[in-house]
Antibody, heavy 124, light 107 residues
Framework: EVQLLESGGGLVQPGGSLRLSCSASGFTVSSYAMSWVRQAPGKGLEWVSVISGSGDSTDYADSVKGRFTISRDNSKNTLFLQMNSLRAEDTAVYYC?????????????????WGQGTLVTVSS | DIQMTQSPSSLSASVGDRVTITCRASQGIGTYLNWYQQTPGKAPKLLIYAASALHSGVPSRFSGSASGTDFTLTISSLQPDDFATYYCQQSFTSPRTFGQGTKVEIK
């Protein structure tokens, strides 16, 4: 059974940093592209970042480019999101999501399994 | 960025009703369109991918269709578990964008 478990969220001051983790079970993260998707309180879904199965390719939403870094540790079957220079508008529940293929933006890709999410609150 | 516009933003329906939700893309995206269901406090779940393919384990009362830049999610007979918010999402190009959501409420 595919399971994703996020951790690392919490309260952080503007300008601060956090590192989110997503521990996977039931599949090997290095075999699939993996994404982070966030949802601000009471709002819709926003894709944040993706990493290919190899880890060689990454992509980011403009809103986080230059501040967030996605990575993976295949030995721990875990995905990460390093978030720096946090802003109030980054406040959201952050979900990790598995994609169906090794590469991303193949066209017919989607988010087939999601974690339960971890809340990040940026406030002074 | 490709804008995805859903209509309506919310609707009220009864158990057993046929429900249709529309999603319009701001430019052509082929059939690179997915639908998700989210209940309060829970993660989204994939319902349909590639505009009309049913994800594993999703009940057959859910279906999707495409016509140009317009996409439709249909629930043939609304069940109690279906009261939720539904999102469309395009996978044609980066950034992959979502619609604003359609909340299906109990009448």
């Amino acid at each position: 059974e595919v399971q994703l478990l996020e951790s690392g969220g919490g309260l952080v001051q503007p300008g601060g940093s956090l590192r989110l983790s997503c521990s996977a079970s039931g599949f090997t993260v290095s075999s699939y592209a993996m994404s982070w998707v966030r949802q601000a309180p009471g709002k819709g879904l926003e894709w944040v970042s993706v990493i290919s199965g190899s880890g060689d390719s990454t992509d980011y939403a403009d809103s986080v480019k230059g501040r967030f870094t996605i990575s993976r540790d295949n030995s721990k079957n875990t995905l990460f999101l390093q978030m720096n220079s946090l802003r109030a508008e980054d406040t959201a529940v952050y979900y990790c999501a598995k994609e169906p293929y090794y590469e991303f933006l193949t066209g017919y890709d989607f988010f087939d399994y999601w974690g339960q999410g971890t809340l990040v609150t940026v406030s002074s | 960025d490709i804008q995805m516009t859903q209509s309506p933003s919310s609707l009220s329906a009864s158990v057993g009703d046929r429900v249709t939700i529309t999603c319009r893309a701001s430019q052509g995206i082929g059939t690179y369109l997915n639908w998700y269901q989210q209940t309060p406090g829970k993660a989204p779940k994939l319902l349909i991918y590639a505009a009309s393919a049913l994800h594993s384990g999703v009940p057959s009362r859910f279906s999707g269709s495409a016509s140009g830049t317009d996409f439709t999610l249909t629930i043939s007979s609304l069940q109690p578990d279906d009261f939720a918010t539904y999102y469309c999402q395009q996978s044609f190009t980066s950034p992959r964008t979502f619609g604003q959501g359609t909340k299906v409420e109990i009448k």
